[in-house]
């Protein structure tokens, strides 16, 4: 029933390869071709994943509503992988980790999920750099769903302060990157994610 290896190459060996992109495209032309169209849970679990992953929220949205009733029922990972899904729809970091580590993870979701952990942290991270100029230090530590002591390790490996006194952590605005064109869509959509990120 675990569903590992796809096509000629296993998930880990596509996530090892940087090819998450190809690894959707396996996965969706396996939902295309599966008979009377209905793939596995495997591939449809894989495939939400990766959606997740790449924060392609609309496309995870779309493959839910397009999961047969009997899949979605007879298989509580996919149920669980749409509340990921939902909560980061909505911006709840703190709920998207909570519920990342409720339970153990089949082998073809487990990377995928582990992988997105990572890409979230490191995205908070650079939010909390644009958007504040300081920060407590029990705030952080549920936007980055760390321990005290990681999440100080992580404010010493960016070079951000500390003080023990208030608790507060100031974050050190990132480097500005230098480029001749800027797409404006691009930045549109920089400023929406701040903007967002601070309503919550």
């Known amino acids: 029933r675990i569903f590992l290896v796809l096509g000629n190459m296993t998930l880990e060996s596509y996530l090892a390869a940087g090819d998450v992109k190809e690894l ?7 939902e295309l071709i599966a008979p009377h169209g209905v793939s596995t849970p495997e591939i449809y679990g894989c495939l939400l994943g990766v959606y997740l992953l790449q924060n392609e929220l609309d496309h995870a949205k779309l493959l839910w509503k397009r999961i047969p009733g009997s899949v979605k029922l007879s298989d509580t990972e996919i149920s669980d992988l749409w509340e990921i899904g939902k909560r980061l729809w909505n911006r709840e970091f703190p709920e998207v980790y909570t519920l990342i580590n409720k339970r153990v993870w089949p ?17 908070v991270l650079l939010l909390v750099s644009k958007a504040y100029s300081n920060i407590g230090l029990d705030q952080l530590c549920l ?18 302060e500390f003080d023990n006194t ?3 952590v100031v974050p050190k605005p990132p480097e500005p990157v230098v480029t001749e ?10 400023l929406v994610d701040i903007v967002s990120f601070l309503e919550n």
């Open 24 to 30: 959707a495209t396996f996965c969706e032309e396996a």
């Open 143 to 160: 936007l980055l769903g760390t321990e005290e002591e990681n999440t100080l390790s992580i404010v010493r490996e960016k070079g951000w």
């Open 181 to 190: 064109t800027q797409d404006s869509q691009y930045r549109l959509a920089q």
């Open 107 to 123: 082998p073809h979701i487990d990377p995928l999920l582990l992988k997105l952990t990572e890409n979230l942290r490191q995205r």
């Open 166 to 168: 208030t608790r507060v």
